[in-house]
């Protein structure tokens, strides 16, 4: 199972276009995060997943996206304690945000407004993709809130629960990094 799982690693990791130089390999940063991700590519179960976290390491090396090593820790802990399941559900909720933009992303009540109309649409998809029981979408938005990829509004007194939640900047940056992933499965 290691082994097929450092094969899928390296395979996707070869794809990049980042040649890995002696330099780049002395380089102490860089074993830093090559050693970082691997541990978490070995604790990985789907393959899935583990291309992510090439694609993580591989867009990284070229230093635009990610200035150091602890942000590329912190980008690596987050896709690490994402599921794969959790991934998908964001990434559903990121096609409706694409579908029905805003006129500035970062205005937060705009968002959450527009996220609104369309939440209950949203929130059909996933419980039918994912064959998730109604009741049990809200405790996973609430478990995914916890990697700061996802924005749930809290409830009022009066209010039974939230109608609307918006993915964050912080997961729009892990997705621009590990890039394809939102072909794959965005589009589907």
């Known amino acids: 199972m290691r082994r097929n799982r450092l094969k899928t690693f390296f395979d996707e990791l070869s794809t990049g276009k980042i040649e890995l130089t002696e330099d780049v390999i002395r380089n102490s940063d860089f074993l830093h995060c090559y050693f970082s991700t691997v541990k978490a590519v070995l604790n990985t179960n789907r393959y899935e997943k583990i291309k992510y976290f090439a694609r993580l390491l591989n867009n990284t090396l070229d ?110 940056k892990l997705i621009s990094i590990i890039e394809t992933v939102t072909k794959i499965f965005v589009t589907s």
């Open 63 to 172: 230093h635009s996206t990610i200035s150091n090593t602890d942000e590329y820790e912190s980008y690596l802990k987050i896709l690490d304690d994402l599921s794969l399941h959790e991934i998908y559900i964001l990434m559903i909720l990121r096609k409706y945000e694409l579908k029905y933009p805003i006129g500035n992303e970062e205005i937060m009540r705009n968002r959450l407004r527009e996220n609104n109309k369309i939440w209950q649409e949203f929130s059909e998809e996933v419980i039918d993709k994912f064959k998730i029981i109604k009741g049990e979408l809200n405790p996973i938005l609430i478990r995914i809130e916890r990697t700061g990829c996802f924005y749930y509004p809290r409830v009022q007194a009066n209010d039974t629960k939230p109608n609307s939640g918006m993915t964050t900047s912080l997961f729009h």
